[in-house]
């Protein structure tokens, strides 16, 4: 099984947080960088989308409302998971 596979089924498990470097690493598997931080919150963008905000906490770790807007932003439910 693929890591990319297994960060999407934990993100799909909804968990009550994760790791910043988990919610980096997904965001930039599926093609979004990150263009600026300002204060505590890094802004992740992608050609075409609307700027997802993840705060960043001195590397601490991010709350479920931002995985589930992560989730619902990159569609990892409508994904096939045998593809990945």
């Not at 947080?17 to 997904?26: G, K, N, Q, R, S």
């Amino acid at each position: 099984m693929s890591r990319r596979r297994k960060l999407v089924e934990r993100f799909l498990r909804q968990p009550p947080d994760v790791a910043y470097d988990d919610v980096e690493t997904l965001l930039r598997m599926f093609g979004w960088f990150p263009a600026r931080t300002s204060g505590s919150h890094v802004t992740f963008i992608k050609e075409g989308e609307h700027p997802i905000g993840v705060p960043k906490h001195r590397g601490r770790r991010v709350k479920g409302k931002y995985v589930r807007v992560i989730v619902e932003r990159l569609r990892l439910d409508e994904l096939d998971l045998d593809e990945l």
